[in-house]
């Protein structure tokens, strides 16, 4: 009587949102011992993609954060203008807080 569609996996709407996006600038979140946060701006003018399940977080040329999806927390910023990104980096085995901010064009 009544068609219900299948709605998509939470993780799969951030995953798509994401993928493509234009990045303003990536920063990285370090906390201390003590409980103070830093962050540290890691690169500008860049692009968030998603291929084969891996997340890669690039600015300019060279990646800044690559990690695998199933591996990773990932989530909207309240303001909805970026993305938080936590995993172990696999170009450097650390694991990582980044902040991607997007950068909106409006037409």
Known sequence: ???FKRKRNENENVLCEMDGR???YVTR???SPDGSVKETIMGKAGRIVVIDGE???MCGE???F??????????TLLS?????????????GE????IVYYSYHRK
């Not at 690559?66 to 989530?75: F, I, L, P, R, S």
């Not at 909805?80 to 980096?89: A, F, K, L, Q, S």
């Open 62 to 64: 060279k990646d800044v």
């Open 1 to 3: 009587m009544f068609g």
């Open 55 to 57: 997340i890669r977080i």
């Open 22 to 24: 234009e990045i303003k």
């Open 66 to 75: 690559k990690c695998m999806a199933e591996n990773a927390t990932y989530y």
């Open 80 to 92: 909805g203008d970026g993305i938080t990104v936590t995993g172990v980096n696999s170009l450097n």
């Open 95 to 98: 694991y990582m807080d980044m």
């Open 29 to 31: 979140r370090i906390k």
